[in-house]
């Protein structure tokens, strides 16, 4: 799997640094607006599940995430699964997802996150990414 990164204080990296729970270390988008982040395995993998974390302690906002497959190298996704999820700095924070799944032979997995679907000018977060093989 591969990340790329252009160095901010927030880097992708911090995705899969092994912090987890709320105050973990975090993925900040560099822009406003919906992001996506592409998964790209070396070789075909059977994914049973996959966990990840969010935590948003500063703006209320409700962040929609998608998840998309890919099992020929990135031509063609199918979306999986959608989720919704409302934060809010006077209630819920953090969110954490477990998702079990039998996925065979993906060489691809598309995570696309809508910051907000308000249309705010928010910013992107994600503190903690894996996939269970």
């Known amino acids: 799997m591969c ?5 901010r204080k927030f880097p992708l990296d911090n995705i899969v640094d092994g912090s987890m729970g709320p105050g973990s270390s975090q993925w900040v988008a560099g822009t406003t607006g919906p992001q996506t982040l ?24 409700t962040q929609e995430v998608s998840f998309e497959v890919s099992s020929d190298s990135g031509a063609h996704f199918r979306e999986i699964l959608r989720h919704e999820y409302n934060f809010s700095p006077d209630g819920t924070t953090f969110q954490r997802e477990e998702l079990r799944l ?7 997995l598309k995570m696309t996150i809508k910051p907000d679907k308000g249309n705010l ?13």
Do not use: M, W
Request: proline residues 2%.
């Open 3 to 7: 990340l790329r990164d252009r160095g």
């Open 38 to 61: 592409v998964f790209k395995f070396d070789a075909p993998q059977h994914i049973t599940g996959i966990v990840y974390e969010i935590e948003e302690k500063d703006v209320a906002r």
């Open 102 to 108: 039998d996925l065979s032979r993906i060489t691809d």
């Open 121 to 133: 000018n928010c910013l992107a977060k994600l503190n903690y990414f894996a996939c269970l093989a």
